[in-house]
């Protein structure tokens, strides 16, 4: 035979050994291709992302593309779900005919649309929040004086020294926080807690981590008092043109800190606060661009779950009106502004108006649109008068009373403000020219 001449006896084992080592090579080669992580994978995975990556990722002259220059995926446009409140869309919803609106239309008949674009992803928003950690630290001081005699009463002496990391604010404007502090007693309804004091530290301007070093005394203050006490503070940042805003909030019970009673000596605590989440209702918007005009629409069409701080009463003494104020989003400047009509206030108040802006096509990165939600309360009837000659009487003056207007809630809009949704809201309608994006937006 061949091979036994070649190599001898041993020919046959060789061609075997030899066979079986080559179908082990190729099986290595073809798993290192198929395997991630191999070099062969990496290799033929780096040609397959360099053949599909855009020109305008290769290209520098393009990297600063506006939105309005990339071509993206037509969407159909329309309002989002009424049952959404955070803003979300859905994507598997089907639009309604009929309902869908028109950038050319100035009234708007009918509000309750279902037409959606998918933009945001619920799972994924609620994930981030919970892996984002709110850094927020509140640095008090407490003391209790106990008495020591009839005439000199025990005092709870509360301090207010610091606080760090604030949130910055929903629009670029600098920071003005303060901290309001409100003592009640605990009970086991929530609703029926007696506020007992209230008090309210200075504010401090252009900074996330002010230093107060405030200090609050209580005075005739019993130890089985004391220990029935809640201590709610709850940091606010101060806006000018419009409500206070409610940054965070911490609720501290003088029952798990005894030893404070104990002892005369000035405590410290240094406590995490948790981010507040209050909602003062919601607002429906929609907004449209268009580029030829240089001009931005902004349909204000109807709120609803308005509550008011602190709560009201009755809504039938109220109007409602809003206010759209155009900021420079670097100043923080005020550079237009304008309102709706007034309409009664209920839990669903429609507007249906149209506020137009002039707005340039380099404008669109820089400017921020505040939507302000305020209440008017109707005037004051005049007193009769009793007396027989009115005109000697100061009673007798009949001028009209004018009532302070309430900012209930704000919306900000723009390329750099702080909500995800209110961000999405902005960049969709530049993405989509001439076309009308419509949001719930949640008041703050």
Known sequence: MVHGDLFGPWGRILIVVAAALAIVLLLLVIACFLTPGCLGYECVKRKREAKSVPLR???????????????????????LYEGSSNGTIDENASPIEGNSWNSNNAQFGCTDTSSTLNLVQKDKQKAERKQKEFPTELTISLQYLPPCDETITGKLVIGIEALSGLPPKQYNCT???????????????????QKLHSFRTRGVRHTASPVFKETFVVA???????????????????????????????????????????????????????????????????????PTAQRLTINVMKVRDVKFTPPVSCLNDFSFYVRILMLNGRTGQRMKKKKTRFVVANSHSEFNETLTFDVSYNQLDIVQFLVVLRGKAAPAEPVASTVEHPSDSEDSITSVQ???????????LGKGVRGSTER??????????????TVWHVLK
Do not use: C
């Open 57 to 79: 990722v290769k290209s520098k002259q393009n990297e600063n593309v506006k939105l309005n220059d990339v071509s993206y995926r037509s969407w159909r446009l329309g309002s």
């Open 220 to 290: 005739n203050v019993k130890p089985h008092e004391v220990k029935e006490w809640i201590l709610d503070f709850a940091a606010y940042d101060r806006d000018r043109y419009a409500n206070d805003t409610e940054l965070s909030t911490l609720r501290v019970s003088l029952k798990e800190a005894k030893h404070v009673l104990q002892s005369p000596e000035i405590h410290m605590f240094n406590f995490r606060m948790k981010q507040s989440n209050l909602a003062l209702g919601n607002i429906l918007l929609a907004i449209s661009y268009l």
């Open 175 to 193: 920071l003005e926080p303060y901290v309001a502090l409100n003592i009640t007693k605990q009970s086991w309804n929530h609703r029926n807690r």
């Open 402 to 412: 004018k009532s302070k207007d309430t900012s209930i809630g704000k919306v900000a």
């Open 424 to 437: 999405l809201h902005w960049f969709s309608v530049l993405q989509n020219p001439r076309k009308l994006v």
